[in-house]
């Protein structure tokens, strides 16, 4: 799997939206510009979106703002048969999507949130059928495929529009916004490059010509957490990347991941996920056994083939 990143999302089948079913059990910290909706459809997870965290659960629909920072991961704390991952459809719509009948998509700005805090229940289920009807329609590829998928989400949007909070910012804002982002996207890719040596705070600020109590703030406001801990979680991921291979040790897994020392790698586990790394790696080491996945990868993007399966089976239920 790739590293915490800024995603650049590419629209193979209809200009302006893409969709995918895919299994998680960890996808870390990341960004794109386009609004994403996650319709849970089997399994459970935690998705934490700038300061704010969602349990999601089968049949759970959340929207996801552009340019917010989010990360997604399995409840490891539950026993049950399908903690093991949580299979949903992703539906990502650019926000140049039919900018030319409706342009203040382009300028919009959502509160990200799941769709059952804003919608009542019968709306929330035709919403949700939109979103499956497209999704059908998108992974089948009947005939004039690309048609239905637009109307679907069409409808949906303006469901969207009409309960969740927004605001359409102005041309200053919008510049503003992206300024903002970018410097995200920045500081997100500096961590990634050197969160195995020692890095710092101030090193960073530094580079943004930010105070370290200016950049303190930004990182508590966007992502809920201290600067140390999101240079932990980041420690913590590359650590469960390295114990895919069998012929590491902790101790060197511990180092590899720029960690001090194994105990403080010990105690950081116990407080994210509830183990020791050892525990960790004995009952989540090896994720997928299926042979089509390399070894350590944390999520499963199905094929259309089983993307369409995966929807029916879930309006079977």
Request: aromatic share 12%.
């Amino acid at each position: 799997m790739e590293s915490s990143r800024i995603e650049i999302v590419k629209y193979p089948k209809v200009k302006h939206i893409k969709m995918f079913v895919n299994k998680i059990k960890f996808v870390e910290n990341h960004l794109h510009n386009d609004f994403e909706i996650l319709l849970t459809l089997s399994g459970k997870g935690i998705l934490e979106i700038n300061n704010a965290t969602y349990m999601y659960a089968p049949g759970d629909t959340i929207f996801i703002n552009s340019g917010d920072v989010h990360s997604l991961s399995s409840n490891l704390d539950d026993n049950k048969p399908d903690s093991g991952g949580a299979t949903s459809l992703f539906i990502q719509i650019s926000n140049h999507f039919l900018r030319e009948y409706f342009p203040q998509i382009h300028s919009s700005v959502f509160k990200s949130g799941n769709l059952r805090s804003y919608l009542n229940a019968e709306d929330y289920a035709h919403v949700c059928k939109l979103f499956t009807d497209a999704a059908i329609a998108y992974f089948s590829e009947t005939n004039y495929f690309q048609l239905d998928v637009v109307a679907s989400i069409s409808k949906a949007l303006a469901y969207i529009y009409r309960h969740l909070d927004y605001k359409v910012i102005n041309e200053v804002q919008k510049e503003r916004f992206n300024r903002k982002k970018s410097r995200m996207e920045r500081i997100i890719s500096y961590i990634d490059a050197n969160f195995d040596s020692q890095i710092r705070l101030e090193d960073i600020a530094s580079k943004e010509n930010l105070s370290v109590t200016h950049l303190s703030h930004i990182f508590s406001s966007s992502f809920g957490m201290t600067f140390q801990e999101f240079v932990n979680i980041k420690r913590m991921e590359q650590c469960i990347r390295l114990m895919a291979n069998k012929e590491k040790t902790l101790l060197e897994i511990s180092y590899e991941s720029g960690f001090s020392d194994s105990k403080y790698m010990n105690k950081m586990f116990l407080k994210r996920f509830g183990c020791t790394p050892k525990e960790y790696r004995k009952k989540y080491g090896t994720y997928y056994d299926g042979p089509t996945l390399e070894t350590g990868k944390f999520e499963l993007i199905y094929n259309d083939q089983d993307s369409l399966k995966a929807i029916e089976e879930y309006i079977g239920k």
